[in-house]
């Protein structure tokens, strides 16, 4: 049986680990792990979030080195057709940061799983495509953490669906993924600003008895 300091260590080290993760745009490929290995935990993250009716609705494609390049790439010339001026310079300075990083993450939910479930279960056909949004947060977030577990940073990025197009033609990616949100990741390159939070009165409520 665990004793009660042993569980304060557990909620510690649990504390500690979703501390870790936060957004970084000071994006490198100083990493001393494969891209193999960051590549099988990824999948890892996915495999082991949840969905609803355990649906695994998520689908995610890694973009490692110059296939993470090429992405960025795709991104500016999508870009370069809406904004000019100081805003291109500003977001092309953006999308440098993160082609400096080892890779990205897109984060895709298969349409055709929710229609299937909708079929299904007619009762529930309202939600599914909420519930499918709300796994893909979730399996973004899992992803994001196990990132940070392993000193990774990592930002989420919604270039979507400006980009969608050639996304899917450049990487052959089946019509029914609808694109949700891209996550560069790379060696922390410089530290993380301090983050404000609201105060807890205004965001809990717990009852005990
Ligand atoms: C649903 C969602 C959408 C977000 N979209 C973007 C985005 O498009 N670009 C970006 O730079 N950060 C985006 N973020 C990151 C947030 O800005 C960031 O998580 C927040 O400021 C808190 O900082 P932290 O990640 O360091 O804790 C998004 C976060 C969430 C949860």
Redesign the pocket.
Known sequence: MELPNEKSASRIMVAQLLAK???Q?SLGKNIALPDEEIDALIREAVRLSPSAFNSQSSRVVILHREENQKLWDIVKSELSHIVEGEAKKHSFRKIDSFAAGAGAVLFFEDRNVIRILQDQWPLYADHFPDWSEQAS?MAQLSVWIALAGIGIGA????YNPLVDAKIKRHWNIPETWRLRAQMPFGSNEAP?PA?TVISDNDRFRSFFR
Do not use: A, P, V, W
Not at 155 to 158: F, I, P
């Open positions: 993760r936060r957004t745009y947060g930002s989420l990025q919604h993380f983050k």
